[in-house]
Nanobody
Framework: QVHVVESGGGSVQAGASLRLSCAASGRTSSDYAMGWFRQAPGKEREFVVAISRSGGTTYYANSAKGRFTISRDNAKNTVFLQMNSLKPEDTAVYYC??????????????????WGQGTQVTVSS
């Protein structure tokens, strides 16, 4: 089991940027594809973006395309989410996930129960 700790959230104005980090421990993060999910108040957790073990392949939800960028540093067991041009609808708790491959990460919310504590992102208009 890979344990994750998310950080980097905050309260910002619309149009601002934030960079989230996810530190993985327990197993070597390069053994896993990683991804980000988010959950807004009163809504179900939704997939945002995933990255392959090597970092060479990424997959974005439509809501994240063009504004968010995922990257990873396997030497530091860390995954990043750079979020630009933030909108009020991006307000949510953001969670990191790890699984064996990209497809498994994309469907993680429907398959797994383990989540980190998340990091709150609040975007005001």
């Amino acid at each position: 089991q890979v344990h994750v700790v998310e950080s980097g959230g905050g309260s910002v104005q619309a149009g601002a940027s934030l960079r989230l980090s996810c530190a993985a421990s327990g197993r070597t993060s390069s053994d896993y594809a990683m991804g980000w999910f988010r959950q807004a108040p009163g809504k179900e957790r939704e997939f945002v973006v995933a990255i392959s073990r090597s970092g060479g392949t990424t997959y974005y939800a439509n809501s994240a395309k063009g504004r968010f960028t995922i990257s990873r540093d396997n030497a530091k067991n860390t995954v990043f989410l750079q979020m630009n041009s933030l909108k009020p609808e991006d307000t949510a708790v953001y969670y990191c996930a790890a699984d064996l491959d990209l497809v498994s990460v994309i469907h993680y919310a429907a398959r797994k129960d383990y989540w980190g504590q998340g990091t709150q992102v609040t975007v005001s208009s």
